[in-house]
């Protein structure tokens, strides 16, 4: 709890923020976030829709085989 209220007071001290965002980390962070967004949205147009739902239906078929393996563990270490 002491760390959330050291945060928030670092947080909301305007002058600190003000030469965080003034430094050459945080300003190329910046960059390097806004480049990789518009690389991305221009590769997202590019992509195949079939290949979209295929990945996705494996994504799914995945996170169904995972949470059907936790429940398995679960009722195996109740056991």
């Known amino acids: ?3 959330r209220t ?3 007071y670092l ?3 305007e002058r600190l923020v ?3 965002a003034e430094s050459y980390p945080v300003r190329r962070a910046a960059q390097l976030a806004v480049a990789m967004f518009y ?4 590769k997202l147009a590019d992509v195949d829709p079939v290949k979209v739902n295929s990945l ?3 994504f ?3 996170s169904q085989n995972m949470k059907e393996g936790i429940e398995d563990a679960k009722k195996q ?3």
Not at 39 to 42: E, I, L, N, P, R
């Open 60 to 62: 799914k078929r995945f």
């Open 39 to 42: 690389k991305g949205k221009d």
């Open 56 to 58: 996705m239906s494996f």
């Open 11 to 13: 947080a909301n001290n």
């Open 77 to 79: 270490l109740k056991k």
């Open 6 to 8: 050291l945060f928030r």
């Open 18 to 20: 003000q030469k965080l």
């Open 1 to 3: 709890m002491p760390l």
